[in-house]
């Protein structure tokens, strides 16, 4: 008999709660990424995460713990290897990476994959690069509306990303030039976790902007995930936001793109008004890729007080028998150097009406106690050589 009819999985996509102990094999050792936020706006207002248990879980000096949180709370160690989005989540949903994905961070990507994309797109590249998505715009996209030619680049992430302005470019062109790319990044050598389009408006500098059409094509996962296994016994996988992206489409039965993360929590509260029976999986991307990445605190900041605003509306909305799971996928200090991703803990905050008393849990060595609670409340088998075990005989 399942305690829960609905379980709803809310990722803030990069909010660490602090280094892991081997944060210094990716030079990250003082990485905090909530820690540091607090520590710049003293007053942050978090009125619903505290007293779902983030400040008991996170102590920090600036706010107080509630002294009778109404969640569950326990910190997660990432088990697997690796530091990006793709790796947080099929972890969470059960999967151990042991062997990183392929970055080109410092070098671009090679020549020889540079000239078969040329030559199957009909385009010249230009960029390959490390680059924020702004930046490269700023500096290459009048180049590239003049010359019909084609912006690439990559990341800290494993990601090869390709600029196309909407009017000029056009977004179908784009995604076929993405889907070139997917194919050509499949080889060993070159297989990075995601391509990414990324479509923007605007005729010169200062001017541009992507839009919300953007489109990721990732890797399928290694193997089947307890997304898989909820929709093989038929119950609802609905995701928000770039979930499906993530995993390909695995798994999911109905798929809700997201404008930005204020948007992905709206639908979010419209979905918890519906009837569905299953798993609601939510993606929360703007405090990563907008703040994160840019070192911008501020943005961060403003970025949860919105989060939690919206968190208190979908609180009201959840019936007795919802359980509501806050976690993320990795840090992403905006105080920290570079502009990398951060080896960091993360939070889980669980919370039901039905719950009588909240407290902590701990801690556990993997994000996928997520996918292995989700899996027991339903019923079902986790699939063949996953990990992770079950939290729900706590909650």
């Known amino acids: 008999m399942k305690k829960y009819n609905r379980i709803f999985v809310v990722v803030m996509d990069s909010m660490g709660i602090g280094a892991l102990p081997d944060a210094d094999k990716y030079g990250d050792v003082g ?110 996209a009048e180049e590239e509306i003049k010359n019909g030619s084609m912006i690439v680049y990559t990341s800290a992430d494993s990601v090869l990303q390709i600029c196309g302005n909407e009017e000029t470019f056009g977004l179908e062109e784009l995604y076929k030039c993405c889907e070139i790319a997917r194919e050509l990044t499949m080889k060993e050598e070159w297989r990075v976790g995601r391509v990414i389009a990324r479509p923007y408006l605007g005729k010169k500098k200062g001017e541009f902007k992507r839009t919300s059409n953007r489109h990721d094509y990732a890797l399928k996962p290694f193997g089947k995930t307890a997304l898989d296994a909820l929709k093989e016994n038929n119950f609802d996988v609905i995701s928000v936001g770039k979930i499906s992206d993530i995993f390909d489409g695995e798994g999911i039965t109905e798929s809700n793109k997201s404008k930005s993360s204020v948007h992905g929590m709206e639908q979010t509260i419209d979905i918890a008004k519906k009837d569905f029976n299953g798993l609601c999986f939510v993606n929360l991307v703007d405090f990563d890729a907008l703040w994160g990445h840019r070192r911008d605190v501020k943005g961060y900041a403003e970025e949860i007080e919105k989060f939690d605003l919206k968190l208190g509306e979908l609180l009201n909305t959840l019936k007795d028998d919802d359980l509501l799971m806050i976690t993320a996928d990795h840090g992403n200090d905006p105080t920290f150097k570079g502009t990398d991703h951060t080896r960091e803990s993360v939070p889980l905050l669980m919370y039901s009406k039905s719950m009588t008393e909240g407290g902590s849990l701990g801690e556990a060595d993997t994000f996928a106690v997520i996918g292995a609670t989700i899996a027991d409340n339903f019923g079902v088998k986790m699939p063949e050589n996953t990990i992770g075990s079950s939290l729900l005989e706590k909650l």
């Open 31 to 140: 990485a905090d990424t909530f820690g540091h936020i607090v520590n710049y706006k003293k007053d942050l207002k978090i009125e619903n995460l505290r007293k779902l248990g983030l400040v008991n879980l996170k102590q920090v000096e600036e706010i107080a713990p509630v002294e009778n949180p109404i969640g569950k709370f326990i910190r997660l160690k990432e088990a697997s290897v690796g530091k990006d989005t793709m790796t947080g989540h099929w972890e969470m949903m059960g999967l151990e990476l042991t062997v990183p994905f392929k970055t080109f961070t410092d070098t671009g990507f090679p020549q020889e994959l540079i000239e078969e994309l040329e030559k199957r797109t009909g385009r010249k590249v230009i960029g390959n690069k490390s680059s924020s998505g702004t930046e490269i715009l700023d500096e290459l």
